[in-house]
């Protein structure tokens, strides 16, 4: 019996027949070769590179910082912001029912737990939920949609997600399709959220890239959506328009008037549109206001009440910022029947979303009214979230603008600023003579001399010619002025070293 044991086949062990090393079934050149196609920069090696310098400053290895700060990712919580109490109070009766009778826990937050643990099976955040969510959170997030949009939303037009992300995902793979000239073109921003352009080369479609106007703040030029989607036709059959707003990287936001000209081109050149709307509470600009897409479309009146919408929300942004219970939405309107019924049968392959994140979702989309105990206290925190974060925002772009060879544009919301840094002709050639994109090679110089962490632009998308790098305005106020006092002189200190 000791004869059969040890490293060989019968074990899977690495040998073949004879003691030969047995080839890999498995291997970067027998792979999917559209998942190699796959990039996410905002988790790419200057994150992993971060993170192996934390661990250096653990062990006492010397660095000119004392900390890095990772300002690379939208992960307010990781950065400092307090969780909101009340959502909190709601998800920690959820998941210990023994407490529901505690009169230390407010009235209020104990009768949403009771309500959501009625609409879970076993009356347990345990249970599996339905695919499309636990209904009577659909009934909650449709009620929220009436009362922020004034129209009516059917609960069964809400598919409760794994994060706004997975939703996104979903809906590009219900619209991929054909070869050639009629493979499914996606439209998306530049600068995008890596995430579009991920699931793009993952479902094997063609994207379509249009510029927002950096001069003009990232706005949104139709005369650019109409050449896009012109040259894009050559090659490919563009089907859906994806927009984000507020804008991520670039923290703009869409006017009424905007939204409103996207809609009808999109009615127009007969595409499906797809709003990214998780950053829907995050406005901090004078004269700005978020319109959302769903709203617009049924102001638009009867001639473009059959445009097919998905609109996408998240608890991972906005005043919450619980990206790690990974909750989310998508509502689906002027989707045709079957098509519907296919969706609910791809949802059904991952069973459900995680139903603390879906109990999450329902505190975003049903948090305290006027007259209940929690009121006052959860607006309080709201209030001071979101002023910290317009103050953030500001302060950011300033500081930004007041160095030489950076400018930013105003951070009209979302939670980053998307600053262009103008480098000298010498270290951009150093940086290719290194095989490394110009930003690349400043990002990863200011990680390793500064310890600040950032995305290099890059990785979301620019024109060619210029060079930006993403970074969140999260950073709570003590650490955001170590962040900016050390990138300026960071920045100085690299405009001599490579002053042409």
Known sequence: MSSHLGNGPQNGGPTGPAGQTRAKVLTIDSMNPLVKKVEYAVRGPIVARATELEKELEKGVPKPFKQVIKANIGDAHAMGQKPITFLRQVISLCVNPDLLDNESFPADARERARRILQGCKGGSLGSYSDSVGVEVIR??????????????????????STGASDA???????LVRGEGRDQTGVMIPIPQYPLYSAVVAELNAVQVNYYL????????????????????????????????????????????????????????????????????????????????????????????????????????????????????????????PQVKLQLKKLVSTKLCPPVSGQATMDCVVNPPQPGEPSYESFIKEKTAVLTSLAE???????????????????????????????????????????????????????????????????????RDGTYHFRTTILPQPDKLKIFMDAFTAFHNKFLKEYAD
């Open 213 to 336: 106007d950096e001069d003009n703040n990232w706005a949104l030029d139709i005369a650019e959506l109409e050449r896009s989607v012109k040259e894009a036709r050559e090659h490919c059959t563009p089907r859906v328009l994806c927009v984000i707003n507020p804008g991520n990287p670039t923290g703009q936001v869409l006017s009424k008037e905007n939204v409103q000209e996207i809609i009808k081109f999109a009615a127009r050149e007969h595409l499906f549109l797809m709003a990214d709307e998780v950053y829907q509470d995050n406005i901090y600009a004078d004269g700005c206001a978020f319109h959302s897409f769903k709203k617009t479309l049924m102001e638009l009146g009867p001639d473009y009440a059959g445009l097919e919408l998905a609109s996408f929300h998240s608890t991972s942004k906005g005043y919450m910022g619980e990206c790690g219970f990974r909750g989310g939405y998508m509502e689906v309107i002027n989707m045709d």
């Open 392 to 462: 953030r925002a500001k302060l950011v772009a300033e500081t930004f603008n007041s160095i030489e060879g950076v400018t930013c544009n105003t951070v009209q919301g979302a939670m980053y600023a998307f600053p262009r840094i103008h480098l000298p002709q010498r270290a951009v050639d150093k940086a290719k003579s290194l095989g490394q994109s110009p930003d690349g090679f400043y990002a990863l110089q200011l990680l390793e001399q500064a310890g600040i962490c950032v995305v290099p632009g890059s990785g979301f998308g620019q």
């Open 139 to 160: 009934k909650d997030i449709a009620a929220y949609i009436e009362r922020r949009d004034g129209f009516p939303s059917d609960p069964d037009n809400i598919f409760l």
């Open 168 to 174: 996104i995902k979903n809906m590009v793979k219900l």
